[in-house]
């Protein structure tokens, strides 16, 4: 077909020799791709390196020196970011119901103080 590279990775681990592995078309026959000195396979095509984490895949873009998210890890980024923020919304619903609770105990402290000086 002659795909110019490519990579698997067996999240299971049970289905490959190693749980990532690369090839690349070098004339016509695939070689394996070999592993750089911190045990990423780098991808000559997309510029980018592949790596075993401890949760999955990663996915290293040297250019920029960060590493990319998978769509799995976006979907947690943003969960997380909205649990926050209704985390945030809660507290400032409880301070507001404090700070009116405060206000109508102030007025009425006031309206009280106010009957008291008019019947003298």
């Excluded at 923020?85 to 103080?113: D, G, I």
């Amino acid at each position: 077909m002659g795909i110019s590279e490519y990579f698997l990775y067996d999240v299971d681990r049970r289905y490959l020799p190693t749980p990532l592995m690369g090839f690349r078309l070098v004339e016509d026959a695939y070689i394996e791709v070999s592993p750089d000195v911190d045990g990423g396979l780098r991808s000559e095509v997309l510029n980018l390196n592949f790596h075993l984490l401890n949760d999955g895949l990663g996915v290293y873009e040297p250019v920029a020196g960060k590493w990319l998210q998978t769509p799995a890890d976006a979907a947690t980024a943003r969960a997380e970011r909205a649990e926050t923020r209704a985390e945030q919304a809660e507290t400032r619903v409880q301070h507001e119901a404090e700070a009116r609770q405060k206000a109508e105990a102030e007025a009425s402290r006031l309206r009280e103080e106010l009957a008291r000086l008019k019947t003298r």
